[in-house]
């Protein structure tokens, strides 16, 4: 128990060493729309479920999540993507915002910001719909325009920091990264130092040398074939065959499985094993299947099998090719991720590492590899050992998968995982206007989102406290923003506050739902919505949203606005009329008279 407590430890304080480091992520960056649904029937028409809509969610994808992971692991994030000039692309900056990236993405009209819509009922994904294709290409002034940002981007993170920058490249084949990008990246390697590649087609990026490379078992397996490294596996029993013909001429194709009369080799076609996903090809292959077993993945003409042979798993196979992955990508580390099935790094030591994970629904897995890559980044930038960084990359990636969405792993969460003390940002309940954008800014790249409200709260009650609990209950954290005595006298009358501020304040940070307060002295906390860019404005009343007169700049802002319903017959006039009534009612005298002598 003592080493595992010193264990945690240690990697706690790699957390706690990459606080604020800064890395440049530059690829292809998309938005994630995630659709809630209700469905009790089937339609007339066909035999398909109708569906009422709940809920929308929007979140970053690609690249912008990798950014995004970065922010909220407690490092800074610059994005250096190619964004279209659309709606997704104004929900896109929204959510880079939030979550504190710096966004440093080059709008391109004409070319949509790519999408993923998912649908789902029942937490259940029934369909997802894409846009944005490789042959959304950039346009030659595009391509300009995104090297002029990377140049400038890198320029000056060099000179704030004093050091080469980290960089990450996500090529997802959407059409970000063309040839002329990638040279130029390739050109100039030497201006970073730890470079992380995530790329559908590896191939394309010879002579980049990263540091780190982390492809799924597919990509990696393409790399092989593709590379031509047909010669035996040093694991007996396996194989990786290529089918006669000139490669060159087309795609090549590759089966992964035992030996000619290898053990198991009768029985593997028939043995039944579990459904192992093995990752998406690039964007554009023209042919895409996989077997009803779930076993194997074609795409481009190459076939993956994830079973390959008796008693061998995906693991050891990667395990037996990490050196010629390290060749062929000219990498220091590669981690071959396995998803459900964790990973197996290797570097220059030769030594494979190993590392778990937990079996989830595919729909709660959604951008883990993001995280993975995110922390992996992080950890081998701040000298991590290569051990230490492939554990915090894959606890990273585990502990985002506990719901449906788009995941995110907040350096809280991991440092939580460690039983590591959490020092959260802005720890003070009471924040002065001046110092509320940095504890806000702080909040943001942890990755958590914001609720605000406000009012006089004069006489606390009941139904502010519920009130109070349910805005809690829209995002990560609660800030309330308290009118000044002075604020309350304009807008209530000269006999009002009847708590002077500083009860109020007390009263409030004493609740467990609110996070922060501020007092702010105007009439309208316009001002502080600017400075909080809340993801949620709640208001108390009946009334429809559309009617708060804060909602415009909410929502130009980038968030939404909500209106909850007080607690009947509860409410700090009723309760004042009700003790100014009460003082005037005639009292009965109870004094003590002097009995007669």
Same mark, same amino acid.
């Given at each position: ?8 430890? #240690? ?19 998309m938005?994630?729309?995630?659709r809630?649904?209700d ?9 398909a479920?109708?569906?009422t809509?709940? #809920? ?23 994005l250096v993507?190619?964004?279209?000039a659309?709606v997704?692309g104004?929900? *896109? ?10 966004d440093?993405?080059?709008a ?31 346009d030659?002034?595009?391509v300009?325009?995104?090297?002029t940002? *990377?140049d ?8 704030? &920091? ?24 390739v ?32 990509e990696?397996?393409?790399l092989?074939a ?19 013909g000139d490669r060159?001429?087309?795609?090549s194709?590759?089966?992964? &499985? ?19 996903p093995t ?5 554009g292959? &023209?042919?895409v299947a ?27 196979l ?11 990508t000219?990498a220091?580390?590669?981690?071959v ?42 950890a ?6 290569l ?42 309940a009471?924040v002065d ?6 504890v ?5 790249r942890a990755g ?23 805005a ?5 954290l609660?800030?309330?923003?308290v ?7 304009r807008?209530?009358g ?14 409030l ?18 001002e ?23 909602a415009?700049?909410?929502?130009r *802002?980038?968030?939404?606005? #909500? ?18 009534a ?13 009995e007669p002598?």
């Amino acid at each position: 128990m003592a080493g595992g407590a010193a264990e945690q430890r #240690r990697l706690a304080a790699v957390v706690e060493g990459w606080l604020g480091r800064t890395v440049l992520v530059v690829g292809d960056a998309m938005l994630d729309e995630w659709r809630f649904a209700d469905s009790d029937r089937l339609c007339r028409e066909a035999p398909a479920p109708v569906l009422t809509l709940r #809920r929308r969610i929007s979140a970053a994808g690609g690249a912008a999540n990798t950014a995004v992971n970065v922010a909220a692991l407690g490092g800074r994030a610059v994005l250096v993507a190619p964004v279209g000039a659309d709606v997704a692309g104004d929900e *896109l900056h929204d959510c880079l915002d939030r979550a504190g990236v710096w966004d440093r993405t080059v709008a391109q009209h004409g070319r949509p910001t790519p999408v993923k819509r998912r649908m789902l009922a029942g937490n259940q994904i029934l369909l997802r719909e894409d846009s944005g294709d490789a042959d959304d290409a950039l346009d030659d002034d595009g391509v300009t325009r995104l090297l002029t940002a *990377l140049d400038c981007a890198t320029e000056e993170l060099r000179a704030a &920091g004093g050091e080469a920058p980290t960089l990450v490249v996500c090529d997802y084949g959407l059409g970000a990264l063309p040839a002329a990008v990638r040279a130029w990246l390739v050109t100039n390697r030497e201006r970073y130092a730890t470079v992380a590649l995530d790329a559908h087609d590896l191939a394309d990026w010879r002579g980049l040398a990263p540091t780190v490379v982390t492809p799924s078992f597919a990509e990696a397996t393409r790399l092989l074939a593709r590379a031509g490294g047909a010669r035996p596996a040093p694991h007996a029993g396996l194989h990786l065959d290529h089918p006669d013909g000139d490669r060159a001429d087309g795609p090549s194709e590759l089966t992964v &499985g035992v030996s000619p009369g290898g053990a198991g080799a009768h029985h593997a076609a028939h043995r039944p094993g579990p459904t192992n996903p093995t990752g998406e090809p690039s964007a554009g292959e &023209g042919r895409v299947a996989m077997t009803g077993d779930g076993l194997t993945v074609t795409g481009t003409g190459v076939t993956v099998n994830a079973t390959a042979g008796e008693g061998v798993d995906r693991a050891v196979l990667a395990e037996s090719r990490l050196a010629e992955l390290r060749a062929h990508t000219g990498a220091d580390v590669v981690a071959v991720t396995l998803d459900t099935d964790g990973a197996v790094v290797g570097g220059a030591d030769g030594e494979p590492r190993r590392s778990h994970s937990t079996p989830v629904p595919a729909s709660h897995a959604v951008g883990a590899g993001d995280a993975y890559l995110a922390a992996m980044t992080l950890a081998l930038a701040a000298d991590a050992p290569l051990p230490t960084a492939a554990q915090l990359a894959q606890l990273a990636a585990t502990i985002t998968v506990s719901d449906t969405g788009t995941c995110v792993c907040r350096r809280d969460d991991l440092l939580v995982a460690l039983d590591a003390p959490v020092e959260r940002a802005g720890h003070r309940a009471l924040v002065d206007t001046d110092g509320l954008a940095a504890v806000i800014a702080e909040h943001r790249r942890a990755g958590r989102s914001v609720v605000f409200t406000n009012g006089c709260f004069d006489v606390l009650h009941r139904g502010h406290v519920r009130y109070l609990e349910q805005a809690r209950a829209l995002g990560d954290l609660l800030v309330v923003a308290v009118n000044s005595d002075g604020s309350v006298r304009r807008l209530k009358g000269p006999d009002r506050p009847v708590n002077p501020v500083e009860d109020r304040i007390a009263l409030l940070t004493a609740l467990a739902c609110v996070d922060h307060v501020v007092v702010f002295e105007e009439d309208s906390p316009t001002e502080l919505i600017e400075a909080v860019r809340p993801d949620v404005y709640v208001k108390g009343g009946d009334y429809p949203p559309e009617m708060v007169p804060e909602a415009p700049l909410v929502r130009r *802002l980038g968030g939404q606005v #909500r209106t909850l319903g007080y607690v009947p017959d509860r409410s700090t006039s009723a309760i004042i009329d009700r003790i100014r009534a009460h003082g005037h009612e005639p009292q009965e005298d109870t004094s003590l008279t002097p009995e007669p002598s």
